[in-house]
């Protein structure tokens, strides 16, 4: 996943949330470790449905 695909994963995530929390990440190593956790989490959801995040997902055309 690219540097622009998993800002814009995490801005999605944080958007369907309504988390209204600006965070600071200072390496690529942050990042991942953000979105590892958010998997984590994600993974033990029963009921999960991904189309409100994918709605909201920037699109960045190559």
């Keep these: 996943m690219s540097v622009f695909e998993k800002i814009a ?3 999605s995530f944080f958007k369907v949330f309504e988390i209204d929390q ?5 390496s690529e190593v942050e990042m ?3 979105i590892k956790r958010i ?3 994600i993974k033990v959801w029963d009921n999960l449905d991904a189309s409100q ?4 997902m920037p699109v960045f055309y190559n």
Excluded: K
Aim: no cysteine.
């Design 32 to 34: 991942d470790y953000l």
């Design 22 to 26: 600006h965070v600071q990440l200072h």
């Design 53 to 56: 995040q994918i709605d909201v």
């Design 9 to 11: 994963f995490l801005e």
């Design 39 to 41: 998997n984590d989490q």
